[in-house]
């Protein structure tokens, strides 16, 4: 099993940023695909940026709302993810969930909640205007 545990979330103005991080602990894997969602109130959950550790170089996908200001990284000798979030705006506001499937997803996949296997407990982002 996976265990996916968030943090980081919090209150921030407009223009702020937040860095949210995701431990992983249970079983390890080399091949993997760790995701970030995001789900506000009333909506459904959307992807917001993956990376594909077969493929990593670095560079990670991004959903198109959060491409410039969003960045996904990792540290493989502790378990983390993390997702830096620059110029947060209002709609940035969510509860944010990491996922984890152990193998390698296709472009267009990586984006598709279905295709996660393990999921965290979600941390609240809220931005205020």
């Known amino acids: 099993q996976v265990q996916l545990v968030e943090s980081g979330g919090g209150l921030v103005q407009a223009g702020e940023s937040l860095r949210l991080s995701c431990a992983a602990s249970?079983?390890?894997?080399?091949?993997?695909?760790m995701g970030w969602f995001r789900q506000a109130p009333g909506k459904e959950r959307e992807f917001v940026a993956a990376l594909i550790t077969m493929t990593w170089s670095g560079t990670g996908n991004y959903a198109d709302t959060v491409k410039g200001r969003f960045t996904i990284s990792r540290d493989n000798a502790k378990n983390m993810v993390y997702l830096q979030m620059n110029s947060l705006k209002p709609e940035d506001t969510a509860v944010y969930y990491c996922a984890l499937v152990p193998q390698p997803l296709r472009r267009g996949d990586w984006a598709s909640p279905s295709m996660y296997a393990y999921w965290g407990q979600g941390t609240q982002v809220t931005v205020s205007s």
């Open positions: 249970g079983r390890t894997f080399t091949t993997y695909t």
